[in-house]
């Protein structure tokens, strides 16, 4: 079965941003955040699209799925 990998802490690093400001930003809880990061949590195509385009960045270098 395919595992979500995701760059999304490291992007979230690289600009100082906290878990919090960014599920603000996105208008999700810090906890979904945290599942994401941890590739817990599956995103909808509308909260990937809304986290990538906060960091400049496209769905497919935050998000993957790897066999």
């Known amino acids: 079965m395919a595992e ?3 760059k999304l802490k ?3 690093a690289k600009t100082g941003m906290k ?3 960014l599920a ?4 999700v809880r810090r ?9 817990q949590y599956n995103p909808s195509l509308k909260l990937a ?5 906060i960091f ?3 769905v497919e270098e ?5 066999e």
Request: overall charge negative; aromatic content about 8%; cysteine-free.
């Open 10 to 12: 490291e992007y979230r």
């Open 4 to 6: 979500l990998t995701t």
């Open 31 to 39: 906890e979904t955040i945290i599942r994401l990061e941890k590739g």
């Open 62 to 66: 935050l998000f993957s799925f790897e």
């Open 56 to 58: 400049g960045t496209t």
């Open 24 to 27: 603000e930003l996105v208008g």
């Open 49 to 53: 699209m809304d986290i990538a385009r």
């Open 19 to 21: 878990q919090g400001e």
